[in-house]
Structures are given as C-alpha cells and as structure tokens.
C-alpha cells in the first residue's frame, strides 16, 4: 500500500519525484525516502514521518540527478524507523531498491544470506530482495531480475536502480499496481496514476508478472519469461486539476462537496427519457440477464456498504438469489458460483487486493463477472474484462465519500437495469424512479449548503468517545458507513447494528455518555425505526437522526437532528448519508484530526 515514484529525463527529478510522492501520501505516510542518480553515482536520503520531512531534509544536503525513484512507506514488515525506510541498497552498493507489497518468503532468503555472513541494516523484506538481485547480477539486469523473480514468493512491485546503468531503471510488477508514463524524452512511473497527471495523460498500467525499462527514450517492456511485449500507451482523460485541494482545507471536504456533479457524471447518458439504458456498456445480452439466478456483490469497506444497498435493491427489483459479501471472506469460502450468476465486484482503485482474488476465483468456477470502479484500465477491470465506470474523478482523501457516491450511482443503475431485464421494474415504477435520480444532484447539493449545521452539532459530542448508529432496510448500510467514516478519520469508536438488533445485546451499551446516531428517513419501516429510537431515549442515550424534511414525530425524540430532501424510499441513502459523511469531517476537524491521511490506513489495499 505504500506509494512509489520514478523519473529519467531532463529536468531535476528531486522535484518531481517529491511533487509526485505528495500526490501519493495517501498511501502511506509512516516514512519516506529517495534515491537520485547523477552518472553512476547514487545518493540517499530517507527519513521518519511525511513527505514534508523528507522534502526539508533533502534541502539541507547536496542530492540532485535526474533519475531518480521515491518511496512513501505504510509498514508491514519492521517498525517505523529510518533503517525501515525505503529505498534500500545492497552491502556493495550496486542495488537501489523501492517496494511495495509483501515477499512471503524473504525469511527463508534472509537466513540463506546470514550463513554467508551478511548482515541486514533494517528488519524489511525489502532488503532482502535487493540482496537477491544484487548477487544475481553480472551484467545483465533484466535476466537478474527474472531470476530473483522466479525465487519470490508473494506480492510485490518494485522500482530498481543499478549503480553502473545511469540512462535507465526498472520497473517489476507482480501484484500491486505501478502506472508508468512517457512524454517528451522522460520516463515516470508511479503507483497510481494521479501522480502523472502533472506530466503526461499518456499512460501504460503494468500487468501481472511484467518488467519495464524506462529510458529517456521511452518503455521497453518485457514478461517474466523475458519475451518482448507491446508496450501501448493509453490516454486518460482526468485532469491535474483533480488532484488539487484548491482553496480547500482538505481534500475529504472538496471530495464531500463534489458528490452532486459525480452523480450528474455517472447518470450522464444512462437515464434517456424516463428509461434506464445500459445496453451499451453492460456486457451481457438481454438473454443473458434473463437466465441469471444469482448475483453476488463482492467488495471492501466502503465499498462493501454500497453493495450492500444494491443488494437490498436487487432483493427487491430482481428476483435473484442476492449475496453481499466482503471480498477476504467470499475468497476463502465454498462459494455457489456458476455461469447462472452474475459477480459484481466493487472497487474504488481496481486494485483491492482480496477483490482482484475473489474475482478470479469467480471467473475459473465459470460465473459472469463484472466491476464496478473509477479506473478502467485498473487490474480489476482487465481481470474482469467487462466495467461499469463510476466517473467519480480521482478521488486523494483516504477516507472514501465522492467514490461511495457513484458507487452507490452505478449499481443502482445496474440493479434496476437487470430488474427490467428479468421482469420486476415496472415501466411506471422506472420512470418515477429515474425522474427523481435526476434530481437528486440538487437534492445532494441542497444538504451541502447546511455543513456549518452540521459543524454546530459536531461541537455538542466533541468529549464523547464512542456512538452507535442504527438503521433498518436500506438504511442499515448507510448506519455502517456512517460509523466507519468516525471512526476512520477521528477515532472516536463507532459501530452500526441493524436498529432490530438493539434488544439483543447492544442496548446493554447505552446511557448519557453512549449516542444513538439513527438514520430515519419516512420509509415503509419508518415506525419500527422510530421505537428503535424510544428504547434509546428511555435509556438516557443522546439521539442524533437522520430524518426527512418536514418529520414532527421524529424531532420529539431527538435531541439533535439532520433532515434531508425527501425521496424516493429506494434513494434515500444518496441523501442520508451526506450528514454522516459531514459530522464524521467536522467532528475530526475540531479533534485536530490528519483528515486525509488517518493513522495506519491507506487509500488502496494492495496487500492481503
């Protein structure tokens, strides 16, 4: 999960690769390192903490060249020191090397090392893979590589420098993502692709088990077996701007702000005229739908929460056996997954590591599959082969809220599409329900213009330190992301129970100092919600709720409360949880909380 950087050309690459390892540090902010090239000499520098300390560092001392590769560190293997931090060299120097991911089996290549007498610097898996390739290579660096690769075991993408090669380094992908770029007599390479975006939009994700040379000349790329490959470059059509706080004071809250133009950009093109119209982009034929008996979401974290709206839409419009499940779980377990079912798999980077395996497992046991992510070229969309773009635009806050947003977006648009499909959307029903999606930009920009509202409220629960968020149905998922946006970004502790669950053990929890956040909104379960909340009032607990405009009864039971535009009872979630979304920024905001670099998390999960 770490984020890694590289550059040949020339201009000073201390600079962009600082410039790029800044766009990266949502991926790991523990430390920070790197690795200039001027000829065949190679210096070093590396440090503790933000990218920030690395950048005030390299001011003091004398480092420039222009080659050279950066590293941002989430630790695995070692704790945070300097000697963790990446890169690492080889005891003769003859090897710089950055890494993201993990190699399984760099205990039993240590000990071979230290029975012939070397000694490590640092407690890393890193180290030992630049030892290997180091005593593997005479004077050829791809077959030195391709050896050492042959003898790991794990994940891992690597970006290497050889001291006697000054005009070019490589790149090793196999399993975490590494983006690379060319333009204009430069090279860059960067684990995601925002960090480009200041560069070139020409851009070539790596696939699996392949090795590139990155020369002033352009990529030259290779397989493991040492076969020459194309190597094509893609345009991507974000802009640099994206990746820009402008006058924001973090990324979360322009991300949070964002959501009605996502919504207008992922329902652009897919409700013409009262209908829902997919049948350009969903991969299946009508014939195909019709036979589908199964659908499974399969997704992590926030993403997993708006499977889980989907999955409550498809239970409702689709007549399908529905499963929701976390990818780490269904990956492991014996799954029912055949050509009758259609595998949704939901991820904002494409590059979520239990995702990517359990969408493998799901294609070899024969089943349809589909992603659903903000980067097509991502290693999930050419695993699956078959997207559903989101269109949320890059999205830097670690904590997920614009992406959350279009997902929510595209798979309902995708649920209701298979519901027609097969039979259960009614024509009256889709209209009403299209007309109001295409409201509900304004409706979601509406409930932003009320953030100081809900800043106020934040100060009220500033000394508390745990809540509990309840909902039923549908609101039950967005209860879920609610609290795993607290706790993310503020670390406050916060947990979600389905509201008829309370009575089985959770309201053992509550008294004055233990909130109920419920999201309420007028539903066809409104009312049993509702005594939800009077069994949390009769035991003293604050209550927070998430309500419809013009809703009395609730505000009788409330000590605060956040009221949103009403809507259709399907598309509630679009709306209810933006107030979460804004308490959990706000109440880390008055907290002094790192918003968009929360302690131990990063952006993607490339790593089990």
Excluded at 54 to 68: D, F, I, R
Excluded at 130 to 148: C, G, H, K, Q, V
Excluded at 215 to 227: H, Q, T
Excluded at 549 to 554: A, S, T, V
Aim: with cysteine; hydrophobic share 40%; glycine share 10%.
């Amino acid at each position: 999960m770490c984020g890694i950087m590289g550059y040949i050309g020339s201009r000073d690459a201390a600079g962009i690769v600082i410039k790029g390892l800044e766009c990266l540090e949502y991926r790991g902010y523990d430390s920070a390192g790197i690795a200039l090239a001027e000829g065949h000499k190679i210096g070093i520098s590396k440090c503790v903490g933000s990218v920030a300390n690395l950048k005030a560092q390299l001011e003091k001392c004398s480092l420039n060249g222009k080659m050279g590769i950066g590293h941002t560190r989430w630790a695995t293997h070692g704790g945070v020191t300097r000697e963790n931090a990446h890169p690492h060299v080889d005891p003769d120097g003859r090897v710089v090397l950055i890494h993201n991911g993990i190699i399984e089996n760099f205990h039993e290549l240590g000990e071979e090392f230290a029975q012939k007498g070397v000694r490590f610097a640092s407690e890393t898996d890193t180290e030992v893979a630049a030892f290997l390739i180091s005593s593997l290579y005479r004077d050829d660096p791809l077959l030195a590589i391709r050896e050492a690769c042959a003898r790991l075991r794990g994940a891992f993408a690597f970006v290497i420098l050889f001291a006697d090669i000054a005009d070019r380094y490589y790149c090793v992908r196999k399993g975490p993502s590494l983006v690379l770029g060319a333009a204009g007599g430069e090279a860059f390479c960067a684990s995601d692709v925002t960090a480009l975006l200041p560069y070139t939009n020409n851009v070539l994700f790596m696939e699996d088990e392949e090795i590139a040379e990155l020369s002033a000349e352009g990529i030259s790329l290779y397989g493991f077996d040492g076969a020459r490959k194309e190597a094509r470059l893609h345009l991507v059509d974000w802009d640099a701007s994206m990746t820009s706080k402008g006058m924001y004071p973090h990324f979360m809250l322009k991300e949070i702000e964002e959501q009605g133009n996502v919504l207008r950009r992922t329902l652009a093109g897919r409700l013409e005229g009262g209908v829902i119209n997919l049948s350009a982009e969903f991969p299946f034929s009508d014939e195909d739908a019709r036979l589908f008996r199964r659908i499974h979401f399969v997704a992590c974290g926030t993403s997993c929460h708006a499977s889980a709206v989907a999955g409550r839409l498809a239970d409702r419009y689709t007549g399908l056996d529905v499963r929701v499940e976390a990818a780490s779980e269904y990956r492991y377990g014996n799954v029912v997954c055949d050509e009758g079912t259609l595998a949704v798999f939901v991820s904002q980077s494409g590059e979520t590591a239990d995702t990517l395996a359990a969408a493998r497992l799901a294609r070899i046991k024969g089943a349809r599959c589909l992603a659903v992510t903000n980067v097509v070229s991502s290693s999930l969309g050419r695993e699956v082969g078959a997207v559903l773009e989101l269109r949320a635009g890059p999205e830097i806050g670690v904590a997920a809220t614009k992406t959350f947003m279009g997902q929510l977006a595209a798979l309902t648009l995708l649920t209701l599409w298979i519901g027609k499909q097969k039979g259960f959307l009614v024509p009256q029903k889709e209209k009403r329900l299209c007309a109001e999606m295409a409201r509900l930009p304004l409706k979601v920009e509406d409930i932003l213009a009320q953030g100081e509202d809900v800043r106020k409220i934040a100060e009220r629960y500033q000394d508390l330190s745990a809540f509990l968020f309840i909902g039923r149905g549908i609101s039950y998922p967005v209860a879920m992301e609610g609290a795993l946006k607290l706790k993310e970004i503020s670390y406050v502790h916060a947990e979600a129970h389905a509201a008829g669950e309370m009575k089985h053990g959770p309201i053992a929890l509550l008294d004055k100092r233990m909130p109920v956040v419920a999201v309420a909104p007028r539903d066809g379960i409104y009312e049993k919600t509702l005594s939800s909340i009077q069994e949390s009032r009769a035991r003293k607990a604050p209550i927070i709720t998430v309500a419809s405009r013009g809703d009395k009864d609730i505000r009788r039971f409330s000590d605060d409360g956040f009221f949103v535009p009403e809507t259709e009872e399907e598309l509630t979630p679009f709306l209810t949880v933006i107030p979460l979304q804004l308490f959990a920024y706000h109440l880390a905001s008055i907290l002094g909380r790192e918003i968009d670099r929360p302690r131990n998390l990063a952006k993607s999960v490339t790593v089990e």
